[in-house]
């Protein structure tokens, strides 16, 4: 089951002219109301192309909407049957039932089509996953070994104030790499723009404004107020990839697990803070968060710590 963003060409004879009209009004809505990020909105590209071009294939044609409206049960677990037979983990199905499941809401509530059967299918379940953050001092040592890594100077400044805003302000990698010019904090807090456009105010360290100047220092570039600060070496807004790789470096050199990902630093920031004492409430607001649920989970891996620590403490000999 081959997958590709829903506007490109050889998705299209996969979908009725029907069809099609209630794929790009979900699309407007996923953009405009729910204000989707563009990461978002191309994994759910992914995920329902993989869908049409299955019952494409499955019913021998295009895709109509009726024949969206009639999908029974037994065709929604041949989907998954198809995804698993692919390979596709436990994770990635789910992932996509939960896409084919948001498509099918809209379209039930704002063109009035019901499929029941959606409604009756459950997904794969899921392990239990508990952040993996760095320790203290692993997260030091990446804070303090990244910018060794590049050959010009104005780049390791660059990489250093990425991993100080990802771990001094529990900033996501796409949150940082899309702070403009004019967001950079000239006072102790910076506003920074979320997930589905959402607003929060973060605190900045001192060790963090300094990075951040170091490198705006360094840049080749003319950083202009309404353009980019964090640049690659062309120029343009820097891609998230490079970032990757470039921590992908650094845990080879230090001898980190595959979870030290640029992610894994939010993790940190907010079980550190926890394990200091840090407020809940408080560490949701900082990580944006829209429901303490997702926050509470820092208690797990909190937990978890200190019984490891209890245990290598009074382990019998």
């Given amino acids: 089951m081959a997958t590709a963003p829903l506007s490109s060409s050889d998705l299209l004879p ?26 978002t909105l191309d994994a759910y590209g992914r995920d329902f ?5 299955f019952l494409s294939k499955h019913h021998g044609g295009a895709v109509t909407a009726s024949m969206l409206a009639t999908q029974s049960v037994r065709d929604f677990r041949s989907y998954l049957a198809a995804k698993r037979g692919e390979g596709a983990s436990a994770r990635s199905t789910a992932r996509a039932l939960s896409t084919v499941r948001n498509f099918y809401r809209f379209i039930a ?6 499929n029941d059967a959606i409604k009756a299918i459950q997904g794969p379940k899921l392990p239990h996953r508990v952040p993996r953050p760095l320790t203290e001092d692993s997260a030091r040592a990446v804070m303090e070994t990244i910018g060794e890594l590049a050959d010009d100077d104005w780049i390791a400044a660059r990489d250093t104030a990425i991993i100080a805003l990802l771990y001094g302000c529990g900033l996501r990698i796409a949150e940082a790499l899309s702070i403009n010019m004019d967001q950079v904090p000239s006072g102790e807090t910076m506003r920074i723009i979320g997930k589905r456009e959402k607003e929060r105010v973060v605190p900045v360290l001192p060790a963090v404004k300094d990075a951040i100047e170091t490198y705006k220092a360094l840049c080749p570039y003319v950083l202009k107020p309404d353009g980019p600060l964090f640049v690659g ?8 990839r490079t970032v990757q790789a470039t921590m992908q470096k650094v845990r080879a050199l230090l ?15 907010a079980t550190h803070l ?8 408080t560490i949701q607001e900082l990580l944006g968060h829209a429901d303490l649920k997702a926050t509470q989970i ?13 245990d290598k403490a009074f382990r019998r000999t």
């Fill in 298 to 310: 820092y208690t797990e891996v909190d937990s978890a710590r200190l019984l490891d620590v209890y």
């Fill in 274 to 281: 926890l394990s200091r004492g840090g407020d809940l409430r």
């Fill in 109 to 114: 509530r704002s063109e009035g089509i019901e």
């Fill in 233 to 240: 070496k062309r120029g343009a807004r820097l891609n998230p």
């Fill in 255 to 269: 001898g980190l697990p595959e979870s030290a990902t640029p992610h894994a630093l939010r993790h940190s920031f």
């Fill in 49 to 53: 192309s993989g869908f049409i071009q």
């Fill in 14 to 39: 996969h979908l009725a002219s029907d069809a099609a009209e209630l794929v790009m009004k979900w699309q407007r809505y996923l953009k405009t109301e729910r204000r989707a990020s563009n990461h």
